[in-house]
């Protein structure tokens, strides 16, 4: 098999490439340690919002950037902010205060900010420290970190009021707000929660507002906290078109399956992969039906807990998984406009979803530059609780994301922005591949149906319409569909056994996982350590019946042209060539005077062609 690129096979970064007025990091003057941290990551120029922000933030300017996702805003604030503590340390290296306060809207947002600050202070010894609030410690040892006065506070709001409000943490020596995904922050609910922290922050502080779309609550945010700030509308090279490749495949509902086995197995793209699911049943469907073939992947889903989701990215970003699978709801699914009743029912039941409102409102609010009002749906729905801090994708740093495969189209052109936006990150290039049911193929094939793909074709309408305002092509992507076919009696043989009931065990089954590793219940098994060992035993059931045949691919299924007769050269298609073991293979065929289309392959019986009852039942 091929090797697959991995994370240093994508092009390296290219930030701010081209623009050679801009500085780079040298010109910015910061501390030597802060120097050292970004030798350490590797970050040789700046990106362009870092460029702008970065000088203006030195000067003391409040800074309000709207600069697409990914495109390096964290470094943006944390830059200036450090290098005004490490500033303020040398000239009197007794100060302890909290000066820093760093507002996300999410758990896993917190978590992720928390390390680019502790990778930036990596050289600064105890110059500065940093305190993720929305860990889980008991209070008490919050309450005894604060006391120590971190120099950064990386938070919620919510988690950072309640702490004001019991005393544990002092906001009076603030010099440097941040509010990150400044957009998404009041629509999580947190509006009360800021409306009183605006009272308790001093006068004078430095506010950074980062976002990737400038709506009306950024406008909330910034007449709230901001003085005069300069607003830094980022237009990045990428942005305007280079960035991500955008393809879309129409096609039946079973063919998405048919397509996800051919595009994997042989390799039409290579590199990381998102493939973005529309629920969470789905992510499994799709996990299993991919390990029929041998392809190994992760699901991400609200329903794991927030540690598994932090420990599945980290695994993701660090390789050990070249698929992730997620089920975006989230950001995919919205109350339908006309169903006041379902808009109910899904407010209750599903508190911790993002309010999406219509596509329609979606244009609306991210135009910008106040030629079109934002239209806001009629009411906002308010995430209540615990379910606060339940995770997104967006924002989230998926590293070196060579593809997003919409295996389900989200239902509005804001949600495909945010997908897409996961790959293509700081200068890199990237491929987003959708797949859209025509609206005569929904429903057409029950048991791989799913409500939320209905409306593909409007809402592709309304994503091809944004995207080219934006100065993006849609391109369509052709599958030689003839040659496509020759797979499908294995994919319909996958697919059978991923049954529905399969699925539930496998979605009980990460359950089950996740309450091994537990460290809440750990005290628990210590004491009842046969609870521990049914568990296990329970976690390792396979879920689906596993068919090894399915994992090779035979080479009588082999288009006559190779894998370039699957699809069109010049239409998305990242990279193919024929690998090595097939050339080898077809070496020894040819020396053994076998061509192609026979029962052999590389010497050895198909099992497809040899197979009988007894292998069956194995
Ligand atoms: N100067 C740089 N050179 C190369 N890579 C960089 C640079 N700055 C940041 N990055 C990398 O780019 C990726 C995106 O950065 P970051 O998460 O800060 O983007 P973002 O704009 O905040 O995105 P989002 O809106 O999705 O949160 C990260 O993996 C980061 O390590």
Redesign the pocket.
Known sequence: MKRKLDANDVPS?E??AGDDNEPD?EALNLDPRLCQA?IK???????L??AKAIPLALEGKDILAR??????????YVLPILQSILQKKSADPSVKATTGLILVPTRE?AE?VQK?VASYTSFCGKDVRSVNLTQKVSDAVQRSILADFPDVVVSTPSRVLSNVNNSALSLDKLSHLVI??ADLVLSYGYDDDINTLSKAIPRGVQTFL?S?TLTSEVDTLKSLFCRNPVILKLEDKEEKGGGVSQFVVKCAEDEKFLLTYVIFKLQLIKGKVIIFVGDVDRCYRVKLFLEQFGLKSCVLNSELPINSRLHVVQEFNKGVYDVIIAADDQEVLGAPKSSKKSQEVDEEEAGEKEEIGSSEDEDDVEDEGGKKKASRPEKRRKMTGKKKDYGIS????F?NVACVLNFDLPTTSKSYTHRI??TG???KAGMALSFVIPADQYGKHRPTSVPSTKNDEKVLSKIVKRQTKLGHEVKPYHFEMQQVDAFRYRMTDALRAVTRLAVQEARAREIRQELVKSEKLKRHFEENPDELRQLRHDGELRAARVQPHLKHVPDYLMPSKGRKGISKEDVGYVGFSKTKENRIRNARDRNRGRGKGKKTVGGRSDPLKTFNRGQSKK
Do not use: C, Y
Request: no cysteine; charged share 25%.
């Open positions: 970064p930030p701010n990091f970004l990551e590797k970050f040789t120029k700046p990106t919002v870092q600069a697409k996702t990914g495109s390096g805003k964290t470094a943006a947002l992720q680019v990150d995904e980062m990737a967006r924002g989230i740093d590293q936006g996961r990150r700081a200068g």
